[in-house]
């Protein structure tokens, strides 16, 4: 038995299917000190209003052996709509992206980029066989890059719902 193995890894897909995980009732209530009524009626709202996507796994990718998090900013010729939609369709179906958007800010950086790879070197194959090789003028759509690794300690890993919730709550003097 291993953590990659195909049954683990079916094992972890279908729980991100919707509707597979639900929440523990029982352990709901011992942590909130509300009724079930409560806490149904609250989940039901929550969902119709778009709060809640669902329930499922929280992964550590490192486990798997992708220790290296890279954050990419770009600066893109967005003229360029061709090159844009091809780089895109590439990006949106490589696997080491799970994040992809547009950003604002200082600088001339107007996309950015997140990946994950075992090491360096596999994230530069993949760049180079999947990106670079496969669209040739890729240089004229990416004017500027800023490429990050993200390193271990970590000060700081939270996820973004529980931080969230703590804002809310400090905001609203719920603390």
């Known amino acids: ?5 195909e049954t683990r890894i079916r094992v972890l897909e279908a729980l991100l299917a919707t509707g597979v995980v639900s929440p523990n009732w029982k ?3 011992q942590y909130s000190k509300l009724h079930k009524a409560t806490l149904k009626s609250s989940i039901d709202f929550l969902k119709k ?8 796994p929280k992964v550590n990718f490192r486990k798997f052996g ?3 998090e890279v954050i990419s900013f770009m600066q893109l010729d967005l003229s360029e709509k061709k090159i844009f939609e091809e780089f895109l369709k ?8 799970y994040g992809l958007s ?23 194959k993949n760049e180079e066989e999947n990106y670079f090789k496969k669209i040739p003028s ?14 271990e300690p970590h000060y700081k890993s939270s996820s973004r719902t529980f931080s969230i919730l703590e804002t809310i709550k400090k905001e609203k003097g719920l603390v």
Do not use: C
């Open 49 to 56: 209003e778009g709060v809640l996507d669902g329930f499922g």
């Open 1 to 5: 038995m291993s953590i990659d193995d």
């Open 90 to 97: 590439r990006a949106l179906n490589d696997p080491h992206f």
């Open 138 to 151: 890729l240089f004229k759509l990416i004017r500027d890059r800023q490429t990050f690794y993200v390193t």
């Open 27 to 29: 352990q709901l209530q």
């Open 102 to 124: 547009p950003v604002i800010g200082s600088g001339n950086w107007n996309l950015v980029a997140r990946h994950f790879y075992k090491d360096i070197e596999s994230f530069h």
């Open 66 to 68: 992708y220790r290296l």
